[in-house]
């Protein structure tokens, strides 16, 4: 078991940044030998600090604060129009939990994902290594798959979700490019936002937010946000997106 005061952290060199082309940044990363509990992650998250597979990290650029740690205090959020239009297009489809695995089924909706929607990135081609180490490598006691699924039984979305103490993170979503009609990106925020509801959970985490970087702007719609901003979660205002 691993204590906040005994975690040891390292500091990537410079490399391209993955959200601003041109630009580079530094990584700060919790050591990759450390088990990391609920407990520990759970007060990481409150710092900052994100999940990817077996790496706990967060951004660490000295000249650049572009990358800001957001997430949305459940009681708070109210659905808008829209997205309460979402919510009810989306009611045929079915929730199951599951517990991070591998299969054909998702790795098939994952690669025809990435193809579509991450061509240009690096976590292109898609391959089953990377799914496992991405996805499965580093599962908390607590982290789910959770599949959302129509009326026929066909996987449409899979969202990986962290239980922290007091708050869920949304790890990653991947979904079936071609039903655009459900915003099932969106639609899987909007679900989690419930399910963190229901369990009285405070925040749901979403990563990071960069205001240049276009594939993050569907962030900006989960109103209202908190930002981490000089280590204080501070309301983010509508006008300043």
Request: proline share 5%; charged share 25%.
């Amino acid at each position: 078991m691993s204590d906040m005061q005994t975690l040891r952290f390292y500091v990537t060199p410079s490399h391209n940044c993955s959200y601003l082309s041109g630009r580079q940044a530094k990584t700060l990363f919790v050591d990759p030998q450390t088990l990391i509990t609920t407990d520990t992650y759970s007060q990481l998250s409150e710092l900052g600090f994100r999940r990817s597979g077996s790496h706990v990290y967060r951004p660490h650029c000295e000249e650049c604060q572009a990358c800001q740690s957001i997430r949305i205090p459940v009681d708070f959020f109210k659905p808008s129009k829209t997205q309460r239009r979402l919510i009810n297009m989306n009611r045929d489809l079915t929730v199951i939990r599951k517990a991070p695995c591998m299969s054909r089924e998702y790795f098939t909706l994952y690669r025809q994902y990435i193809d579509a929607r991450h061509a240009d990135g690096d976590m292109y081609p898609a391959t089953p290594e990377q799914f496992h180490q991405f996805l499965i490598d580093g599962a908390l006691d607590n982290s789910w798959f959770y599949e959302f699924r129509d009326p026929n039984d066909k996987l449409l979305c899979l969202a990986v979700t962290d239980h922290l103490h007091q708050s869920m993170s949304a790890l990653y979503t991947f979904f079936d490019p071609d039903e655009t009609r459900r915003s099932l990106g969106t639609y899987a925020i909007l679900w989690q936002l419930q399910e963190a509801s229901r369990r009285s959970m405070h925040y749901l985490y979403l990563g990071y937010w960069v205001k240049d970087c276009r594939k993050m702007r569907y962030k900006t719609a989960f109103k209202p946000m908190e930002m981490l901003i000089d280590g204080h979660w501070t309301h983010f205002r509508q006008e300043s997106f």
